[in-house]
């Protein structure tokens, strides 16, 4: 199970990032509306009294693509198997479709067996049309693709496909998340512990899609298994939320990415 949720985490990294470098080549909605589970007038079906709305949410990638602009905020956290040692992994993503442009700030914090002070790490990635720069500190380098670098980019974005992890799924209630009209649903990972032989103390999961379009606004799994409560006891917690969805958002190079263009060559 935790190698699944690993997995899990590293292409939902991966897609991140992809989006950050490129744009879906293929048309998008003009209004922000995801693609997919619309009738004719481009909008999802409302469902109707005591009908269960849909539980399955469009891909991370299709979510992301249709939205004029957005700020992800992917939050992984690991606990374990000693209670003083954990390592968390923030990602928050700020996307302009106007501007052609994404910043993501990516903050890595582990704290060491027998607990001590945590030792963290930041980093930024900045892209603004075909120009990339990334770093931290005094540290920046900067990236400027040629064109049909950028289209395989592009490419290769549109070939990641990814929905969270979720299991049977129970409708809850219409809400309103984030500004966004919405559907939530709990869950709980069938099988947790079943190989391990392991307790399983916590699992549950949430999520809400939103009733326009079938993406995922929020997303959050809380698991907690036990071999011995003193000695080996694993906590993942995993979250995915959308804010900002179609409001403005400026996006700009700080002046470390502007000194570092000045010093690498262009393709």
Known sequence: MKKKIVIFLSILLMLTLACNLSESPTSKPPSGTPQGNENQSGNTPAPQPNETPPANPVSINDGLSSLNSYQMTVLFKSTGPDASQSSTLEVETQHSQEQDASHTHMTLTVIKEGGGDPSTSDTD???????QCSGSGEDWSWTSMAPNQKEM?????????LTPLIDTP??????????????HFTFKISGLG???????????????????????????LDLETSLDPQTNMLHEEISIEMTQI???????????CLDASLVTPTP
Do not use: C, H
């Not at 990635?125 to 120009?131: C, K, L, M, V």
């Open 153 to 161: 980019l592009d490419l290769t974005t549109n070939m990641l496909s």
């Open 125 to 131: 990635i900045y892209r603004i049309g075909n120009d």
């Open 170 to 183: 129970t409708f809850v209630a219409p809400e309103t998340v984030n500004g966004v009209p919405s559907n």
């Open 246 to 256: 179609n409001q403005p958002v400026t996006i700009a190079f700080p002046q470390a």
């Open 194 to 220: 079943v190989t391990s032989g392991a307790e399983v103390i916590a699992n549950n999961g949430d999520y809400w899609l939103a009733v326009d379009g079938q993406y995922i606004v929020k997303y959050i």
